[in-house]
């Protein structure tokens, strides 16, 4: 009897504290997160100019928002951009990050210089490469380099690819850190056992190192993804989602809404729209992947 009380009293020691310890960070979530939630859903059933009161507008605005031909670019525009840079992202940032992993010095510098991209805000970033990138007085006139006087930003056939360059180049550095890190945490006994079966580095690479950072994988994946549903400052200050609308995206569209057109109600509509998006990748790309089972990356090694 005295066992099973004691067992129950350490039971209640686990669990007590840890909910306690837990109340701050649900607290300020409820706070900074749920409520505003909360109103944005609110919001989206009204007619709000900004300025006077809202009037109830029912399902109004959901009906004209998810047929409208500028919106719904916006969505084909959004998943163009998030399928872009995870291609482009992805395997850039997995090879830098295993290679910055090794022991040598000049690893180690490049990887100093490699991450200086990370101290740089991304409208600083945009108004750099926005100069670097004009057709007129940019890097092509200064160099003599013709194949780079092209008008990058204002053709709608490059201004995309041209803000996925850009974006990598300033997004990869942070994931080949997460790559970094979790490569140099894996054991060296598993390599030099696939070194002595013969396994040349291609294999080793491709059946010992990737599937050992499944869970990093599925980390970085799920910031590149929902991150480029976020996309603002960068594309606003480069093309402000021009020329024309080949570069207006979900959070452009919301912002150019909301706060040039003082439609509020229907910029809100494309916020919910985001996060249920956002909230929906990231709990498909955890189930699809088979995290919630795992319960080490070095499991089965």
Do not use: C
């Amino acid at each position: 009897m005295s066992t099973r009380r004691g067992a129950g009293a350490q039971a209640g020691l686990r669990t007590g504290p840890s909910i306690w310890l837990a109340a701050p960070a649900m607290t300020f979530f409820a706070v900074f997160a749920l409520v505003p939630l909360v109103g944005v859903v609110a919001l989206s059933f009204m007619n709000w100019d900004g300025l006077d009161a809202p009037t109830f507008a029912g399902a109004d605005n959901w009906a004209r928002i998810l047929t409208d031909p500028v919106t719904l670019d916006a969505m084909k525009l959004s998943l163009v951009l998030t399928v872009a840079t995870w291609v482009t992202q992805f395997p850039t940032s997995l090879l830098l990050g295993v290679f910055m992993a090794g022991s040598q010095r000049y690893r180690e510098w490049f990887s100093i210089l490699y991450f200086l991209p990370l101290l740089f805000s991304s409208a600083a970033v945009g108004i750099a490469f926005k100069a670097l990138l004009d057709p007129n007085f940019g890097l092509g006139s200064a160099l003599g380099l013709d194949f780079l006087n092209k008008d990058w930003l204002g053709d709608p056939n490059l201004s995309m690819p041209t803000l996925v360059f850009v974006i990598a180049w300033s997004f990869v550095p942070f994931h080949s850190l997460l790559y970094q890190g979790a490569a140099r945490q894996l054991p060296a006994s598993v390599f030099e056992a696939a070194m002595i079966d013969g396994a040349g580095r291609v294999n080793t690479f491709l059946h010992i190192t990737v599937p050992m950072l499944r869970s990093t994988i599925v980390t970085s994946s799920t910031l590149m993804i929902v991150g480029s549903l976020t996309y603002f400052d960068l594309i606003f200050v480069m093309t402000a989602g021009g020329p024309g609308n080949a570069t207006r995206i979900l959070p452009l569209d919301m912002y150019l809404r909301g706060f040039r057109a003082y439609d509020m109600g229907g910029a809100s509509v494309v916020g919910v729209i985001l996060v249920v998006v956002g909230v929906g990748v990231s709990y498909a790309l955890n189930r699809a992947s088979g995290n919630t089972k795992m319960e080490s990356t070095l499991e089965g090694a």
